[in-house]
């Protein structure tokens, strides 16, 4: 209603009568100019009687977003600073868009050019959408992709994980007209990177769309011809289906992967993810034989008789590898470097909790397991919750008291050495 109000005063069909103190109108006259009460509507008409320089960047600010900077927008409109903010200026005397920080410099601008604001926001959404509305329906594709190679292009690549979003939102919305497929692998990895960020945000819609939108562009050879990319892409999607409860086709995901993966290593991996959808869904029996799939892979034999032999067998061989080393001495240890031997502890961990609920002594076997590889090879983030609960055992179960006290102080200290939050909470439990 401001605007259709402000049209009609701009247009003089409504006009203050000073004498008579009052604003007249005439209907007639009004209804005659066909002006409508359709904000956006209107809002277009006063864009149109701008001059034409800021017509053309306005529609530009407003594919950037409902906040830019003169910096980014300098970028797209391919001018310099000082020729930008001149370009804005009209708008921003009618106040169609309005600054947000004080005079500044900007790091493209000469030193001997004035000083400017360079961040600005529109006034209201629906004048964002009026200046879009200027650029043809069928040209707004090719624009945001112009934008996004221009931002590619110019954003040091220091500068480009901060404003990842920004850049790929642009490019996705021009991917249908990306021939060149280097430039599609580009996108792809980008992608991959975007639903990385927005997957460590807790953004799991989001991440979702990236990783969508990244495999989306890769070759129908992409496993032979970007095999690395490809997987890393089919992993997180597939994670971050399960983390929006679409269950199904993150398993489906996982499936067709594991029938494209090279090595045991990553077949195992895949297994992992399985394992820990199942653990969530309480298919603690199902958790467990997957993760038997998976360490045999890596030449690991969790058995499934004979249980207490087993459990002895590995305290047996936890204290070899202890040697005559003192517990405490174990804190300044060596990290684990075998990639294969962190996926066993990492896999061995991950069948703990459905272990836990449904076969204590298979729970068992598994956590001195991961300590005896621990004193072996290393430790991992993991090794505090193997330690704490192989102490555990070694004062309730043999009588160990003291050692099984000294494994509980040092896995508190390496907790906090390797500060994994999710590690941290699995080790209060078991403390």
């Known amino acids: 209603m401001n605007e259709f109000l402000k049209t009609l005063h701009q247009e003089n069909l409504l006009t203050f009568d000073f004498q008579q103190r009052g604003w007249q109108w005439d209907i007639k006259r009004i209804e005659a100019q066909g002006i409508t009460d359709n904000v956006v509507e209107l809002m277009i008409s006063k864009l149109q009687k701008l001059p034409d320089h800021t017509q053309q960047i306005l529609p530009l600010a407003a594919c950037v977003g409902n906040q830019f900077d003169l910096d980014t927008l300098s970028i797209v409109q391919e001018k310099s600073a000082a020729e930008t903010y001149e370009a804005l200026l009209p708008a921003i005397k009618l106040g169609l868009i309005q600054p947000t920080s004080e005079l500044e410099t900007t790091d493209m601008m000469e030193i001997d050019t004035p000083l400017l604001i360079l961040n600005y926001q529109f006034r209201h959404d629906r004048v964002q959408q009026a200046a879009?509305?200027?650029?043809?329906?069928?040209?707004?594709?090719?624009?945001?992709?112009?934008?996004?190679?221009?931002?590619?292009?110019?954003?040091?690549?220091?500068?480009?994980?901060?404003?990842?979003?920004?850049?790929?939102?642009?490019?996705?919305?021009?991917?249908?007209?990306?021939?060149?497929?280097?430039?599609?692998v580009k996108l792809a990895s980008l992608n991959l990177s975007a639903g990385q960020k927005a997957k460590d945000a807790t953004a799991y819609a989001a991440a979702r769309e990236y990783l969508t939108a990244g495999m989306a562009c890769l070759t129908p050879n992409s496993?032979?011809?970007?095999?690395?990319?490809?997987?890393?892409?089919?992993?997180s999607r597939a994670e971050v289906e399960?983390?929006?409860?679409?269950?199904?086709?993150?398993?489906q995901l996982i499936n067709l992967t594991k029938l494209r993966v090279k090595t045991a290593r990553e077949k195992a991996e895949m297994y992992d993810m399985l394992l820990v959808q199942y653990t969530l869904m309480s298919e603690y029996e199902a958790a467990i034989q997957i993760g038997r799939k998976a360490l045999k892979l890596l030449g690991i034999d969790l058995p499934e008789s004979d249980l207490q032999k087993a459990l002895d067998e590995e305290i047996a061989q936890a204290r070899e590898n202890l040697g005559?080393?003192?517990?405490?001495?174990?804190?300044?240890?060596?990290?684990?470097?075998?990639?294969?031997?962190?996926?066993?502890?990492?896999?061995?961990?991950?069948?703990?909790?459905?272990?836990?609920?449904?076969?204590?002594?298979?729970?068992?076997?598994?956590?001195?397991?991961?300590?005896?590889?621990?004193?072996?090879?290393?430790?991992?983030?993991?090794?505090?919750?193997?330690?704490?609960?192989?102490?555990?055992?070694?004062?309730?179960?043999?009588?160990?008291?003291?050692?099984?006290?000294?494994?509980?102080?040092?896995?508190?200290?390496?907790?906090?050495?390797?500060?994994?939050?999710?590690?941290?909470?699995?080790?209060?439990?078991?403390?």
Request: hydrophobic share 40%; aromatic share 10%.
């Open 132 to 184: 879009e509305a200027l650029i043809d329906a069928d040209q707004k594709k090719a624009v945001h992709l112009r934008i996004g190679r221009l931002l590619l292009a110019n954003i040091p690549s220091e500068a480009r994980e901060e404003r990842i979003f920004e850049l790929v939102d642009h490019l996705n919305q021009g991917r249908e007209l990306i021939a060149d497929p280097s430039e599609l």
């Open 223 to 235: 496993w032979v011809q970007q095999y690395d990319l490809t997987l890393a892409l089919s992993k």
């Open 242 to 251: 399960y983390l929006n409860g679409n269950f199904e086709r993150s398993q």
């Open 324 to 431: 005559k080393r003192e517990i405490a001495s174990l804190l300044d240890a060596p990290e684990m470097t075998i990639p294969a031997q962190k996926l066993v502890v990492k896999l061995l961990s991950n069948i703990d909790p459905p272990a836990y609920f449904s076969n204590q002594v298979l729970y068992a076997v598994i956590v001195v397991k991961m300590a005896q590889i621990s004193l072996k090879y290393g430790h991992v983030p993991e090794s505090a919750k193997a330690y704490v609960t192989y102490g555990l055992i070694l004062g309730s179960v043999l009588g160990d008291y003291r050692s099984g006290y000294e494994f509980g102080q040092l896995a508190v200290q390496m907790s906090d050495k390797f500060n994994n939050p999710a590690q941290k909470c699995l080790f209060g439990y078991g403390w």
